[in-house]
């Protein structure tokens, strides 16, 4: 059973920061994709970024210029800085790790973490 362990959530105002951390074993982090998604209550999950063991990253349009998302390959951990939150932002956040081989991906999931954003 793989484990990706998420920390960093919480209830901050909105134009506030937060940085969420996730840790992963090595033989994940050095091989697989890492991502943070987040569900809203009601909504589906959608992706908010991702990076590659290269360090290209990709982001969704609505938090461009705001998340930044970061790894470190020597504490085998993925970050994501928020800024400038908005009450939208509000979901539970999930660290991903994804692989594919052969057209067949492997995703592996963290528990989540609840970001709140609330004046």
């Known amino acids: 059973q793989v484990q990706l362990v998420e920390s960093g959530g919480g209830l901050v105002q909105p134009g506030g920061s937060l940085r969420l951390s996730c840790a992963a074993p090595?033989?994940?982090?050095?091989?697989?994709?890492m991502g943070w998604y987040r569900q809203a209550s009601g909504k589906q999950r959608e992706l908010v970024a991702t990076?590659?063991?290269?360090?290209?990253?990709n982001y969704a349009d609505s938090v461009k210029g705001r998340f930044t998302i970061s790894r470190d390959n020597a504490k085998n951990t993925v970050y994501l800085q928020m800024n400038s939150l908005k009450p939208e932002d509000t979901a539970v956040y999930y660290c991903n790790a994804y692989f594919v081989n052969i057209g067949i991906r492997t995703n592996y999931w963290g528990q989540g973490t609840q970001v709140t954003v609330s004046s």
């Open positions: 990076i590659t063991t290269g360090g290209i990253t």
């Open positions: 090595t033989n994940i982090f050095s091989v697989y994709t």
